[in-house]
């Protein structure tokens, strides 16, 4: 009964490398979203996905991008990371319904 | 202006009370859906309780209820009988919109803290 699961849950990076979060889920869902969470902030929308091709951008877009190439997974790439982007990451999927949504473990993510 | 405030940053409360969370939301669509998370200091985000906008009820799930004021765009949790492992940041949260998939707006959090 994994859910949604999210690798790595830990990464320290350099500052300009590039990393790819990984998202799976096994519950066949259409919808699946990536948010960051800042302290004070709460979660923010970065990117997200409605279904195998198709991804849109949510608050905070810029310095990820993401694709869709399976229902299952939705992976969040770091192009050249910064600072700014030290943040705890979570993915997240939601069925038809829309009334619930799952969340993976989330990815704390620091950029020296 | 903020789709999702939860005024209150920090609320503290005895083992067995129960306490109030505050969630005001912003929207002019008719169809939207409320949420509820929990977050312990572990960190994943734990759903707690959902509330459409045209459920004339109000949610509940065991200990946790929804106290839904549609006319004063108000989603407050309500925590019966509150435990220790209950301590944890909770956020509330808004889907908008009709039909279709619209993602969640996240308020900023309240920490709720129980003492023994």
């Known amino acids: 009964n994994a859910g949604v699961t999210q690798t790595p849950k830990f990464q320290v990076l350099k500052t300009g490398q590039s990393m790819t979060l990984q998202c799976a889920q096994d519950?066949?869902?259409?919808?699946m979203s990536w948010y960051r969470q800042d302290p004070g902030m709460g979660l923010r929308l970065i990117h997200y996905s409605v279904g195998a091709g198709i991804t849109d951008q949510g608050e905070v877009p810029n310095g990820y991008n993401v694709s869709r190439s399976t229902t299952e997974d939705f992976p969040l790439r770091l192009l050249s990371a910064a600072p700014s982007q030290t943040s705890v990451y979570f993915c997240a999927s939601c069925g038809q319904m829309n009334t619930e949504a799952f969340f993976g473990q989330g990815t704390r993510l620091t950029v020296v | 202006a903020q789709k999702i405030t939860q005024t209150q940053p920090g609320m503290f409360v005895q083992e067995k009370e129960a306490v109030t969370l505050d969630c005001t939301y912003d929207?002019?669509?008719?169809?939207?859906?409320l949420f509820w998370y929990k977050q312990p200091s572990s960190g994943e985000m734990i759903f707690l309780i959902y509330q459409g906008s045209y459920d004339e009820q109000n949610a509940t799930e065991g200990r946790y209820s929804l106290n839904f004021q549609k006319a004063r765009k108000s989603a407050n949790l309500v925590i019966s009988a509150s435990q220790l492992g209950d301590s944890a940041m909770y956020f509330c949260?808004?889907?908008?919109?009709?039909?279709?998939?619209?993602?969640?707006?996240f308020g900023k959090g309240t920490m709720l803290l129980v003492s023994p």
């Open positions: 519950m066949n869902h259409e919808y």
């Open positions: 929207t002019s669509d008719q169809s939207y859906g």
């Open positions: 949260a808004m889907r908008e919109g009709l039909g279709g998939y619209s993602t969640l707006t």
